[in-house]
T-cell receptor
């Protein structure tokens, strides 16, 4: 069964450094998402992306964050200047359509640790 | 998205059925009821969804009350691998999923 893959599985970065988290969505999917989960807390929506544009973003997704689909297969989340509070699991998801019927398929996440 | 209420935790024995309840008294007519689960150290995983009628798939069944103010996810024979946090989510728009605290299901051997 096709799956969403994320790399790296664990990223350790110094505070203030830039970090790029990578995702390969399911190949025929057109809608892409990033979520994060701080340890012990709820899964939180960050951003959705379709047709090379952000379609929705949460209040968490401030100017420090950006997303990009640099080629036909990858979808990336960049955090420009990391803070301690950015430490979390980051999950990428994709879906074939953007309707409320279509499920989102998640990767197993990247654990980001900011020192 | 409208609010859902789930028990914090539930326990079951292996190979027995599990009924996971969800209350959504403020549901609107166009809200779809989705269930996801999150196994330890993994991303959320889609389980099932429905609008008004009961639904079955290979993973589970979804029973929706006639007034749609509540629903129940049914795992017919729980296995140890079903131990996870189960989330009941209402969706009217196609974009974000709004996760609550969910129900932590423990399956005893």
């Amino acid at each position: 069964e096709p799956e969403v893959t994320q790399t790296p599985s664990h990223q350790v970065t110094q505070m203030g450094q830039e970090v790029i988290l990578r995702c390969v969505p399911i190949s025929n999917h057109l809608y892409f998402y990033w979520y994060r989960q701080i340890l012990g807390q709820k899964v939180e929506f960050l951003v959705s992306f379709y047709n090379n544009e952000i379609s929705e973003k949460s209040e968490i997704f401030d100017d420090q964050f950006s997303v990009e689909r640099p080629d036909g297969s990858n979808f990336t989340l960049k955090i420009r200047s990391t803070k301690l509070e950015d430490s979390a699991m980051y999950f990428c998801a994709s879906s074939s359509q953007g309707s409320s019927i279509q499920p989102q398929h998640f990767g197993d996440g990247t654990r980001l640790s900011i020192l | 998205d409208a609010k859902t209420t789930q028990p914090n935790s539930m326990e079951s024995n292996e190979e027995e059925p599990v009924h996971l309840p969800c209350n959504h008294s403020t549901i609107s007519g166009t809200d779809y009821i989705h269930w996801y689960r999150q196994l330890p150290s993994q991303g959320p995983e889609y389980v099932i969804h429905g609008l008004t009628s009961n639904v079955n798939n290979r993973m589970a069944s979804l029973a929706i009350a006639e007034d749609r103010k509540s629903s129940t996810l049914i795992l017919h024979r729980a296995t140890l691998r079903d131990a996870a946090v189960y989330y009941c989510i209402l969706r009217v728009s196609g974009s974000r999923l709004t996760f609550g605290e969910g129900t932590q299901l423990t399956v005893n051997p």
